[in-house]
């Protein structure tokens, strides 16, 4: 990454449109208050501003600000729990899917049965499969989302790919899920 | 990113093509040099075809309920953006009363804005040089090369900054948070007659160093700052006492709190100290309690103690702390705790 115009040659407010919807989409799956969401884009947003002048050596410009986004959401979500006074102040956010069953077209049924299945995954392998299919991420940016190697993110993708594998190729057992 | 070789799926499975990660860069982002590569290679062999059809639809379906915000929310949330950013660089409106005058009132207003162009200029001049910033992750070590041909070590969760061009004139200056290794090459000032060294500045949180060609590790974390002296000699000024000047000695570590403002000075072996450059930190006699601070910012995790008491536990002679497993691991041995790993919190307990 060489400079601020060159990181974004569009302009800033396309910049932060773009960013606002992802990070609107990635943060909805950690928490539904909105406006701790938006708070939380608004403090990301602010930061990359003050630091448009300096030169920043990284990799990858998204991995970096979906990693800031991402530490940002979290200690806002913690922050909030903990003037609530709830009990599990300090687990990780969970990475949640809603099972909202639309229509039952045939077109939409395999993509429910994937829905269903999603959900036996754990928060982590949930939110690897939703960067590297829905934000089209490499396995090192994710790597550096989630702070965590590469390697071990390979592991994590190949751990919840083959759980995911096993549940869907037993049709019976999905149905025992629609039926509930 | 690897490339496309046939060869190597011919023993593939539908699970082997559904982890392969070229198949899945073609079902995130195809193009037409992979739709070759994919069907050059099911024509070569058919009896894949079912395999990588599968994991196609399979990789196909694995889609998230998307969440979209009102485009008009994004509008307001944009101005309220660029009006905090105005906010964060104030421009002072100037009063403006409906009285006359005197004369010298306006001569001062003429002067004051001479010299605020002349500043204006001054800092102009000033910004056009870049400044660049390295920063690292949790778990992360960088290198990096200065300008000078001087070179930093930079520990995780730390971050080093500097003019993209130094100049002969100029001292040369570094910007430091969280910990790094410096080792500083020798300059001789070119305007100075003489053998005179060429000043070599770095700015921690409270404190400037001065040094003289020199190797040395400044460690800054939460809110106290370790310097420790490998070889030469650097002089060490306070902000908060700019007149006294703390020359360090070669093995010389000193301890500075910001909070307190005390400083202590202590001797060490630096090459042990300094020894997470290549990922072994050496502790000596450590407690539980330090182990887990230096892992806590090193590695990002939240580490919990079940009760004080543990922290106290102290591991007997050196030990050497490579990767966060192993701290882990000796932790669970030598001091025979349980250790329970969720997500980025890890528990530790007395067995």
Known sequence: MKNFEERYSGDYESLYTGYFKKFFNYGRKFTEDNSLIEDSIQEVFLDIWNKQNTHIVIDSPTAYYFAAFRYTLFKNIKLQRRMGGLGQRDDEPVFSIEQRIISSEISEERRQKVQLALTILTSRQREVIFLRFFEGMSYEQIAGVLGITTKATYKIMYRSLSRLKEVLIIPIFIMFFFLD | ?351
């Open chain 2, 1 to 351: 990113m690897e490339n496309f070789s046939e060869n190597s799926y011919a023993g593939f499975s539908e699970i082997d093509f559904i982890n392969d990660p070229i198949l899945q860069e073609w079902i995130i982002r195809p193009d037409e040099k992979s739709d070759q590569n994919w069907s050059s290679f099911l024509k070569a062999h058919p009896e894949k075809r079912q395999d990588v059809e599968n994991a196609v639809r399979f990789l196909r379906a694995l889609q998230f309920e998307p969440h979209e915000p009102d485009i008009k929310r994004i509008k307001e949330c944009y101005d309220e953006h660029m009006s905090q950013v105005k906010a964060s660089k104030p421009t002072k409106p100037i009063k403006m009363r409906n009285t006359r005058r005197p004369m010298y009132l306006y001569a001062a207003a003429l002067l004051a804005a001479v010299v605020l162009f002349a500043s204006l200029l001054y800092t102009f001049d000033r910004n056009s040089t870049a400044q660049i910033a390295v920063l690292t992750n949790y778990g992360e070590i960088k290198q990096v090369s200065l300008p000078d041909g001087s070179s930093v070590v930079l520990n995780a969760h730390s971050q080093v900054k500097y003019s993209a061009t130094w100049n002969d004139e100029e001292t040369r200056e570094v910007w430091l948070t969280g910990e790094a290794f410096f080792n500083v090459k020798h300059l001789t000032d070119t305007r100075k007659t003489g053998s005179s060294q060429k000043k070599f500045l770095v700015h921690g949180e409270g404190f400037t160093i001065e040094v003289v060609g020199t190797s040395f590790d400044i460690r800054q974390r939460r809110g106290k700052t370790e310097v420790v002296l490998q070889t030469g000699k650097i002089i060490l000024v306070r902000q908060q006492n700019p007149g006294q000047k703390i020359e360090m000695e070669p093995g010389d570590m000193l301890t500075y709190d910001i909070k307190d403002a005390t400083i202590i000075r202590a001797r060490t072996r630096p090459e042990e100290y300094s020894g997470w450059k290549e990922k072994k930190l050496f502790l000596n006699n450590p407690t539980l309690k330090e182990i887990v601070v230096y892992l806590e910012d090193n590695y990002g995790k939240n580490i919990v103690l079940e009760s004080p008491e543990i922290g106290n536990k102290r591991i007997e002679g050196p030990i050497q702390l490579n990767n966060l497993d192993d701290a882990l691991f000796i932790i669970s041995t030598v001091l025979n705790t349980d250790i329970e790993r969720k997500d980025s919190v890890i528990l530790i307990r007395a067995k």
